[in-house]
Nanobody, 119 residues
Framework: VQLQASGGGLVQAGGSLRLSCATS????????LGWFRQAPGKERDFLAR???????YYSDSVKGRFAISRDNAKNTVYLQMNSLKPEDTAVYYC??????????????WGKGTQVTVSS
């Protein structure tokens, strides 16, 4: 399974970005997908996941601001990020597991995409 994230960039506080992650090597509908991020000097943190059936789950830090979704026809998972804050600045990673729900240590990772939020 290969994952390719895109859509990062520089945005002002309060703005929005949508990240995309294209999957390949396996039918997207067979994958549980999710997003993590890692800020400089910090550990990588879980943000959101979406099951094969479309059930979503979020960390408290992004609940109500971020939304994960998937389009199996396009083999893509998205992360819509609204009301961005400077503390959201990080490298964002998509991840996947073959299974119903993504585990805490996914088997597959994409290269990250940088998100920078200016104050």
């Amino acid at each position: 399974v290969q994952l390719q994230a895109s859509g990062g960039g520089l945005v002002q506080a309060g703005g929005s970005l949508r990240l995309s992650c294209a999957t390949s090597g396996r039918t997207s509908s067979s994958l549980a997908l999710g997003w993590f991020r890692q800020a400089p000097g910090k550990e990588r943190d879980f943000l959101a996941r979406i099951s094969r059936g479309g059930i979503t789950y979020y960390s408290d830090s992004v609940k109500g601001r971020f939304a994960i979704s998937r389009d199996n026809a396009k083999n893509t998972v998205y992360l819509q990020m609204n009301s961005l804050k400077p503390e959201d600045t990080a490298v964002y990673y998509c991840a996947a597991d073959v299974g119903v729900i993504m585990t805490r240590e996914p088997s597959y990772w994409g290269k990250g995409t940088q998100v920078t939020v200016s104050s």
